[in-house]
DNA sequence: GTCATAAGTTTTGGGTCGAAACAAACTCTG
DNA sequence: CAGAGTTTGTTTCGACCCAAAACTTATGAC
């Protein structure tokens, strides 16, 4: 570690305070935030500010006066954005969000893709993605481009099993035509990135909770481990498969092999045909079932929250984490599940008498495509000298 | 972070790798190895050897001639020692380790602490801990203490509770009194500390696997996630309980409150019950009865394999560890269990069919009085400089 | 004995931060 | 409305640390 990396640091720390405070700080808060001086801070901020990272707002009338020479907010900057994208079973997104967290285009198309062949989805994808940087003010510079998809994802952005697609060892990263500009995606898993929405309410504004699993899915279950604000991805990058936890040895058999997957219990098909309606019957249908008293709905239902119980206990047990949050189709039930859920969770985690797990259910805007994108601007985050190379953006005379 | 830190940071990158080779290492290895200079790598090096932390060694007759000026070999210095202290059900063990990792001193007592009272056993490992002190060369520095329990630990050195004793919510750490010349110790879970035996073969020197999941205990199962080469101690530290993960709900009841937890298949009284032999059998005595052809001891062995596969498939299927090493008394029946829980692994692992996860025995070395010692001499590594601020050690003219 | 080679040391220069003094901009008070 | 008080932001200076490069030392090869 040389002299130049304390700089690399100490730029990315300014930025993480900044874009960690509610109200924009001024250079002073920062300093104080990152237990330097004032001088440092400014060297710091003036670099960022030059280059767009942060901007200079106008000092905010609602601010109660105080003596004192006033100080300058400091917001993120627009300049730079980050693209992302997903595949879902049931449609393609893209995003386009900057550093302050605005999203900045948003481009949804419904489809079908079960069983689909990977490549002209990906062309279309990048079609898509295309569209939505279209429209951007000249000098906006794209930071990354992330790419969720719903398996497990090893390195080099190879979707190794996509089950509800029907893709297998894809390369997903060489094959997806990235828009002029941008380099090659990052691929994440779906649900590691949708939990990045919740580990952070925007590009490192930290969430609620440090430390939760999210569940997320819609035919199979997805799991993401957030530790201290990063998804585990585990050794290979498949780690969180919650879907395939054993609720029970003796039970139905899974497409996995094993049996008594949470899956069988759980997933949005086996939840249909356990409440008597047709497998593709949406999660909402039963949700709406269960609500109007429906008797197999809400046995549906209740056999759904203790298999929950009984798979995230053992999670809990293993992992030492206070939080679950039922994201993607559980969120439609969420609300239904969580009585059983949390009864079953209390009886069954050993530690649940000094501090019960507590279930929450994930907020609307919880996508992968957001998280995605959260992830890349996170890049800038960690190390903000790559993007502070290029001429100073002007800056009127103050 | 300062100027003064990047000193700090290299010194530790500096005696990590030297810690880290195999063969002692000069100093221009060491400015290869952490990609700096020769003049950084020997600065460092020259404040490391000026307080004893590293030694130079005479020049190794054995290794071929080169051309160039010979190296000087650097070794770990044996002027910095850890103690390491374990409490288990058993007997209380107390050792010394230096930073090569030689154990300079080691004291067991046998007992039987099953239901004791904490402070009068805490002063009994105190008057050991003084022992194995008492013979070492004037000019040692102890840099902590460790000591390891069974059982949950909090903040601030709290055991809540640690069922085979019988103790809850002691202040281990207030209660134990620390040797003249020595400070309060760090409290770890047993089976976190063993563990690092295995993550690590000398302080600083990493074992074979950065990832993998210890098996730990005796009556009950304890158990340690190990990611990256760090114990994952989870949001309040009491991750890793594998031992009350649900192999059968409708199993036997645990004292826990819950059923069919692992501990009720494989825990050391489960096990000697299921042979039909006293509940308070060693488990050497079952793995003896099965070897030589006992059938309820075969049983019991199978039961005990299968139900460990069922619990593992879950913990690797949500963390994706690629190793698992049985420690404890699992060591015992290692091998007996290892084809049916390899076989029950491989059928029950989402992503067996890509990488079967790996059993290990561990060593037998592997205490938890010696992972304590390792954690704190640990702590040297991470930042020297606290130990770098007395009188230079005297150094013969060269 | 001379040359080649590699380890270790010394010197020099550049980059970064902290401390302290200073400049700027505002409120408060009489 | 002027001056004191207060806080922010800037400038200057000094200290620290590393990289680069030249230099010294110690060995093997021929």
């Given at each position: 570690m040389d002299t130049g990396s304390v700089r690399a640091v100490n730029l990315s720390r300014v930025l993480a305070a900044a874009l960690a405070q509610e109200e924009p700080p001024t250079r002073a808060d920062l300093a104080a935030a990152t237990s330097t001086t004032r001088a440092t801070a400014t060297r710091l901020v003036d670099e960022l500010v030059a280059h767009g990272v942060l901007v200079e707002a106008a000092p905010d009338a609602e601010r109660p006066r105080r003596p004192g020479r006033p100080g300058i907010p400091l917001q993120p900057g627009t300049r730079h954005v980050a693209l992302g994208l997903q595949v879902e079973v049931s449609h393609l997104t893209a995003v386009v969000v900057d550093l302050a967290g605005t999203v900045r285009a948003r481009r949804r198309v419904e489809d079908d893709?079960?069983?689909?062949?990977?490549e002209p989805v990906l062309a279309r994808l990048g079609a898509l993605a295309e569209h939505v940087l279209s429209d951007l003010p000249s000098g906006t510079v794209v930071v990354g481009t992330g790419l969720a998809v719903p398996g497990l994802v090893a390195e080099?952005?190879?979707?190794?099993?996509?089950p509800n697609l029907g893709?297998?060892?894809?390369?997903v990263a060489a094959l997806f035509p990235p828009p002029a500009g941008t380099g090659p995606p990052t691929v994440g898993n779906e649900a590691d990135l949708a939990a990045v929405t919740v580990s952070s309410t925007a590009p490192g504004r930290p969430g609620a909770h440090p430390d939760f699993l999210y569940l997320s899915g819609a035919t199979g279950i997805g799991g993401s481990i957030v530790l201290d604000g990063h998804p585990l991805t585990g050794r290979h990058g498949w780690a969180g498969e919650v879907g395939h936890v054993t609720v029970d040895p003796d039970g139905p058999p899974c497409a996995c092999g094993s049996t008594g997957c949470l899956e069988q219990y759980a997933g949005s098909r086996a939840l249909a045909s356990a409440a008597g309606l047709d497998p593709s019957a949406g999660t909402s249908a039963i949700a709406a079932a269960a609500r109007s008293g429906e008797p197999a709905a809400i046995a549906a239902v209740e056999r759904a929250g203790t298999a929950l119980g009984v798979a995230l206990a053992v999670v809990v047990n293993v992992l030492d984490v206070p939080v679950i949050v039922l994201g993607g189709h559980l969120r439609e039930i969420g609300e239904l599940v969580r009585p059983v859920l949390e009864d079953t969770l209390a009886r069954r985690v050993l530690s649940a008498g000094w501090v019960a797990p507590r279930v929450e259910v994930a907020p609307a805007h919880a996508t992968a495509a957001l998280g995605a994108a959260y992830t890349e601007l996170h890049r800038l985050v960690t190390d903000p000298r790559p993007w502070l190379t290029g001429p100073v953006t002007s800056r009127e005379a103050r």
């Open positions: 893709l079960r069983g689909s062949d990977a080099g952005g190879m979707l190794l099993r996509a893709w297998s060892d894809v390369a």
